[in-house]
């Protein structure tokens, strides 16, 4: 009967990962698969088409074009062109033009070559450096997930720019307006139809969607080769601090898409940072057979260095200076936009120019301050996450799991401080106006304004004035909110039992979910409360809350197993790895996958493991505890 089970549990482990070769010459693998000699029996063109995705690249480059035709097949949406009117007195009216429209036209620039350099980097010139995994055809799978990315947002994009027609902020210089006549309003002064037409295609931005789409991909490949939830993360004193290193690192393409760089050595620099040479994992080629390795073999470490790695300490440090990173990016320059004017003519000689509509509105109180923003963000998560761990015990049966309370507020400061450095580094690099800016900058109302001269009054209100995109509150709102959101959906279990086992179970598992939606309730509340604050603008707070979002997200993942697990819901991954390796359980830290060291000598780990959580379900309440059990 063991030797049933063990057979069991040996193939259970040994079929999660395969690893993926492509046998050379006349080397032959069986794989005890009926097709393998159907496959080489194919001709040799048919195995090339196979392996290298010919047919895949083909109808991604076919759709790529179609793409980008898309936009001069369709015909652009043509909305009237906006107009602001102006009554003199009874009888005489004026037309000025639309200021969101008037802004001059600058160069476009987007960096579309780095992915595929970090990529060729990790394969081809670490693996003569350091240890690293080599993954056949690695550079095919990127390069192929690239261009499939690019081309479904180009489709998309192309589409939804002729369908909406939106003007462009510079749409008045783009068409060549002629500005030397009077306008009466209606008529269409554009001189260049081209130029009108690329004016009239401003929504969705097109840089935007291609730099997220390509760095989106760079920054998910860089998080997938770190493998920074695969293994444990306390081997060794500084272990934690460069996981928590990595993490931050693997996040700087973000902030290559928030700007649409170009290829600036600035850009470059710090682009290289994020290219996996000093963060890749070096293995050796002599690898730990799970189970063998008791607590004797494990090198002695002093009381200190214990409490280091059991408090995570350096993962901590690392995300708190991340934060000062993140406070440091707010009192750099502000970009300096002119400030915007509406130029009505009166006459071929005659110019008056007036406010921005947009921004005039008056600064009202804020609902949500910064203090109570960070109070009720920061202490509403810590406070449940304490109830649950140290109350609830007391009242009821819950799961008590070691440390839960430490990796609860690594992923708060995790989040909070990647949410606050892209924020803060958005903010002062597009220098957006607030809707209340004049208010806001204490503008001179009582001066004759000629549409140049700065009108401020008030530094420090201007400054604040130019911080509007993307919002900050929906931003740490988001990532400490949705933290706690996905938290209490792992702690709850919602998906791990059966939903009919009595009459009222599905009824009180619909309740809970709707319960552990709440947080995220109250950040869509503090985030809408800027708009009606006349402090943010509706696209601020969107990008704000996607910011907040996605940062919540990777914290998460990056500490706690997955909510959709069916066992492991809610238990942090420190906690996971320790516990699977005291069992003697294999873990994803000793897959079965090639490396290769500076050497160029090859190394096989040992057997695969299966993946995060699979199991028995023997093991499906290894982290329940009845505290009312005597």
Excluded at 128 to 151: C, E, F, M, N, Y
Excluded at 344 to 363: F, Q
Aim: positive net charge; hydrophobic residues 40%; charged residues 20%.
């Amino acid at each position: 009967m063991n030797t049933v089970r063990s057979s069991e549990h040996t193939r259970q482990y040994a079929g999660d990962y395969q690893p993926v070769s492509t046998p050379s010459g006349d080397v032959a693998i069986d794989t005890g698969l009926s097709h393998s000699d159907d496959s080489d029996a194919r001709p040799k063109w048919q195995r090339f088409l196979r392996e290298s995705r010919a047919v895949e690249f083909a109808f991604a480059i076919v759709m790529y074009i179609i793409a980008r035709r898309l936009g001069r097949w369709i015909e652009v949406y043509q909305r009237a062109i906006p107009r602001i009117e102006m009554r003199l007195n009874s009888t005489t009216i004026i037309w000025g033009r639309d200021p969101a429209l008037d802004q001059e036209k600058l160069s476009s620039r987007v960096g579309p070559a780095i992915p595929i350099g970090i990529n060729l980097v990790i394969n081809y010139v670490l693996p003569k450096i350091v240890g690293v995994r080599v993954i056949p055809h690695d550079v095919r799978d990127h390069l192929l997930s690239l261009g499939q990315a690019i081309t479904l947002s180009t489709l998309l994009v192309n589409f939804t720019k002729n369908v909406t027609g939106r003007f462009r902020p510079c749409f008045y210089d783009d068409c060549g307006w002629n500005y030397d006549v009077v306008w009466d309003g209606v008529t269409n002064l554009c001189s260049d139809p081209s130029g009108e037409r690329d004016g009239r295609q401003s929504f969705p931005s097109g840089h935007a969607s291609f730099a997220w789409s390509a760095m989106g991909v760079l920054t998910l490949y860089l998080l997938g080769r770190s493998r920074l939830n695969c293994d444990n993360r306390s081997e060794s004193l500084l272990h934690d601090g460069v996981k928590t290193f990595k993490f931050f690192c693997c996040f700087l393409p973000c902030f290559g898409a928030a700007t649409t760089p170009d290829f600036s050595p600035t850009y470059r620099r710090a682009s290289s940072i994020a290219s996996d040479v000093p963060f890749m994992e070096s293995i050796t080629s002599v690898a730990e057979v799970p189970g063998l390795a008791g607590p004797d073999s494990r090198p002695r470490v002093s009381k200190w260095e214990r409490i280091v790695r059991d408090y995570r300490i350096a993962e901590f440090t690392i995300s708190v200076l991340m934060y000062g990173f993140a406070l440091f990016f707010a009192k750099i320059e502000v970009a300096q936009r002119d400030i915007p004017n509406i130029e009505v003519r009166l006459n071929s000689t005659t110019s008056v120019w007036a406010r921005d509509p947009t921004i005039n509105n008056k600064e009202h109180a804020q609902q949500v301050s910064m203090a109570a923003l960070v109070g009720v963000g920061g202490g509403m998560p810590v406070i449940i996450n304490l109830i649950i761990n140290y109350a609830l015990p007391k009242c009821r049966p819950v799961r008590i799991i070691p440390h839960d309370t430490r990796d609860f507020l690594l992923t708060l400061v995790q989040s909070t401080s990647m949410a606050t450095l892209l924020t803060q580094f958005t903010k002062n690099m597009t220098g957006r106006f607030r809707p209340c800016f004049y208010d806001m900058c204490k503008w001179d109302y009582d001066a004759v304004w000629d549409g140049v001269t700065n009108l401020c009054t008030s530094a420090s209100g201007e400054k604040e004035g130019r911080k509007s995109f993307p919002s900050g509150h929906a931003s740490f709102a988001w990532s400490t909110m949705l933290v706690l959101t996905l938290y209490l959906l792992g702690r709850s279990t919602l998906n791990c039992q059966n939903r009919s086992e009595t009459l009222a179970r599905g009824g009180r598992k619909t309740l809970k979910l709707f319960l552990c939606f709440v947080p995220s309730f109250l950040a869509a509340w503090v985030a809408v409360t800027r708009t009606i604050d006349n402090w943010h603008h509706y696209a601020d707070i969107l990008a704000g809350s996607i910011i907040g979002a996605v940062a919540a997200c990777l914290s998460y993942s990056y500490n706690y197993s997955s909510i959709f697990h069916s066992e492991h819901a809610g238990v942090p991954l420190q906690h996971y790895h320790t516990h699977a390796q005291c069992q003697g359980k294999p873990t994803s830290n000793s897959s079965n996958m090639t490396y290769i060291g500076s050497s160029g000598s090859l190394s096989q780990g040992a057997d695969s493991g299966n993946e995060l959580g699979k199991g028995s379900k023997a093991r499906s309440n290894e982290y329940v505890m009845n505290v009312h059990s005597s």
